[in-house]
């Protein structure tokens, strides 16, 4: 193969990043941040414009605190509410309440995600909002990907945070998307409620059929209600989100005041569907995963947003030592890989393992009972789920 002429080499070199991120959640958006302040040369890519709204937990294990007022987030001016406690019931209402080693912070997607993407900007991270990547391909060494406009962008490295699922998976031939699985799929369903009596410092998680309903605070006096349930209970009731929650959600009587004020209050939903819960992986075609693109995560097994925050962590620097020189593309991706599993494979394995219990009535039942006999079997699990500072 002819060599480019120098001057076009130079040219080459200027237009093409460092590392080209897909997606701006809280795992792009940190990525971004630490390689920008690292003075590499960073685009992001994110289809939304912010601010929005997500569907989410809005609850962070204070595990990440340190990582996170180190980037620059102001967390101690935030007057964010701090999660000490936690609240299991069962779909009749069998309630286990325990102390959280850790614990976390509440804060709105809303208002997150486009500080991070600020905070990035302000590093010199060039941040592209409404702009949908269509395509990825990685030759010579190098990344071309083509947006929905049709312009082009070069990258050395390039990134997949785009969340539980994308046109990007097939794009790149993902193996979870094999045809013939027939998993379960699940809808995910996220309110906004304010004037509800909900106990300060608490986070809570209420089972129902097929189920499980997450609560706990966020600033200005607004508490989060999430959750997921099999797509089948909304099929059951005309694909109709208040008949789901007035005929299957409402049979747990802890989680019927809650939801009760959701409707009074006409708080529309933020609603996704199709998720499922495959084994995926951390690369394809050197495309290097992280967040829900690299294992759709269970909110059983300690919180996306923490996860994401801690896979960015893990790769940049890697990214780092890759983009200097000092390993090779093989050893990233591998290191990657391993560290990856290292830190979070059990973590979201054992939210798997909980989440298939979790919404059998029976089985929640008899496990919370057999829990509340046994503290110490709930601080294991606990701390399966959550991690450690960083």
């Known amino acids: 193969m002819t060599s480019l002429p120098a ?23 940190t ?46 001016a935030m007057n964010l509410p ?3 406690r936690f609240t299991l019931s069962s779909p009749s209402g069998v309630a286990l309440h325990h102390a959280l080693d850790i614990g976390g912070l509440g804060i709105m997607r809303y208002e997150l995600d486009p500080l991070l993407a600020r905070i ?15 395509d990825v391909v990685f030759a010579q060494e190098q990344f071309t990907l083509t947006t929905a406009g049709g312009t082009t962008y070069q990258a050395r490295t390039a990134c997949g945070a ?18 013939g699985r027939q998993d379960r799929q699940f809808v995910a369903v996220k309110y906004h409620l ?7 410092a608490t986070v809570e998680m209420h089972n129902f059929k097929d189920g499980y309903c997450g609560l706990s605070p966020v600033a200005g006096g607004l508490t989060n209600c999430s959750y997921i349930s099999d797509v089948r209970n909304l099929r059951a009731h005309g694909n109709n989100i208040a008949e789901m929650e007035g005929h299957v959600l409402m049979q747990n009587p802890l989680l019927r005041p809650y939801l009760v004020a959701a409707q009074r209050q006409g708080t529309p939903p933020i609603v996704i569907s199709q998720i499922t819960f495959r084994e995926r992986s951390t690369v394809d075609e050197h495309v290097l995963m992280l967040g829900d693109a690299a294992g759709t995560i269970a909110p059983l097994c300690g919180n ?18 890759f983009l200097a020189g000092r390993i090779s593309r093989m050893q990233l991706e591998q290191q990657y890989t391993r560290a990856w599993r290292g830190l979070l494979s059990r973590r979201i394995t054992a939210g798997r393992l909980i989440h298939q219990v979790f919404g059998q009535p029976q089985l929640t039942t008899a ?12 601080d294991f699990i606990l701390r399966l789920t959550h991690g450690q500072p960083y």
């Open 7 to 29: 001057d076009l080499r130079r040219h080459a070199a200027a237009d093409c990043y460092d590392c080209a991120i897909i997606g701006g959640g809280v795992a792009g958006l």
């Open 31 to 76: 990525l971004a941040i630490q390689l920008a302040q690292a003075g590499r040369r960073v685009i992001l890519f994110e289809k939304e414009t912010y601010p929005f709204h997500r569907v989410c937990g809005e609850y962070i294990s204070l595990e990440n605190y340190d990582f996170l007022c180190r980037l620059g987030v102001p967390l101690a």
């Open 82 to 84: 701090r999660m000490t």
């Open 120 to 134: 990035a900007r302000e590093n010199g991270a060039t941040i592209l909002e409404g702009t949908r990547v269509t």
């Open 162 to 179: 785009w969340g539980k699922h994308a046109n990007l998976d097939r794009t790149l031939h993902r193996p979870f998307l094999t045809a």
């Open 194 to 200: 304010h004037d509800v009596d909900f106990p300060e």
């Open 304 to 321: 996306g947003m923490s996860m994401g925050m801690n896979a960015s962590f893990l790769l940049q620097g890697l990214l780092l030592d």
């Open 367 to 378: 496990g919370i009972q057999v829990l509340r006999r046994l503290p110490f079997m709930t």
